[in-house]
């Protein structure tokens, strides 16, 4: 008995393990997936940095949230010929994000934190310990303020650093898009389709998206959202994946 979902599209790089679960589903449900970002992340220029009217000299300490903010840091420092120095202090939200550091620094040298549970207030409460620091925060244009409520709540002296954008990764003339089935992540993933595809009609499409920030930029888009993730059944967008999956083939074997 076959899906009549064939073909589906998840808006995200391709996974680096062979053991991803996304691989598990497309053999077992006979599916194609194609890996295809919406969206990328582009540095700005040093130019537009400076615009912004921040030293990072000025600082005693870096906050990172994501890896990607730690690649964009470096990469501008070496852009504007800033040597950042032996004291510089790295608070980092998860110990994955700290290893990354060992990409540009020496690890054992520097002054490193970072949160135990990889949520927000442990990260600001390991900052609050060090509240004689001065905080830079890299950050994308798009981005959460969260972060900078609860660093205010605690009186902490930082700036906020634009250094990298979130840019919609536009399809090319001649590029396919026949899918069934497409996977969001983002709300910016959603605009890019609207973008790439103004005259976008759904149809029998179906959309999944994971959070519910993107839940609500599908449904404010005027699009259909057939599965969602997390929910108490399916906390990851794979198993979602999976019980939609499982559920239509059972579907199609009744009828």
Do not use: W
Not at 65 to 84: G, M, N
Not at 134 to 144: A, E, F, R
Not at 165 to 185: G, I, P
Request: glycine letters at 4%; aromatic letters at 12%; charged letters at 30%.
């Amino acid at each position: 008995m076959a899906l009549n979902i064939k073909k589906l599209l998840v808006s995200q790089p391709k996974p680096a393990s062979e053991k991803s679960p996304y691989f598990d589903i497309a053999e077992k449900y006979g599916v194609e997936i194609d890996f295809r970002p919406f969206i990328k992340v582009e540095a700005i220029s040093s130019k537009e940095f400076r615009q912004q009217r921040i030293s990072i000299l000025d600082h005693t300490a870096v906050v990172f949230t994501a890896r990607t903010a730690i690649d964009h840091f470096f990469h501008l420092c070496e852009e504007l010929r800033i040597t950042v120095p032996e004291t510089m202090k790295y608070f980092c939200m998860t110990e994955a994000i700290a290893v990354y550091l060992q990409k540009y620094i020496v690890y054992r040298k520097r002054k490193i934190f970072y949160g135990q549970n990889g949520k927000l207030d442990d990260l600001v409460t390991v900052i609050g310990k060090h509240a004689k620091e001065k905080y830079l925060v890299p950050v994308s244009d798009v981005h959460k303020d969260d972060l900078f409520a609860m660093l205010d709540a605690k009186k902490i002296n930082y700036s906020k650093a634009v250094m990298y954008r979130t840019v919609s990764n536009d399809f090319a003339e001649d590029e396919k898009f026949d899918y069934d089935m497409l996977v969001f992540f983002s709300p910016s993933g959603i605009s890019s389709l609207l973008k790439n595809f103004p005259n976008f009609e759904q149809n029998d499409i179906r959309i999944g998206c994971f959070g519910p920030t993107t839940a609500k930029a599908v449904k404010d888009a005027g699009l259909r959202l057939d599965v969602e993730a997390p929910t108490p059944e399916a906390p990851s967008m794979t198993a979602a994946l999976e019980l939609y999956l499982k559920k239509e083939l059972g579907d199609k074997k009744k009828r």
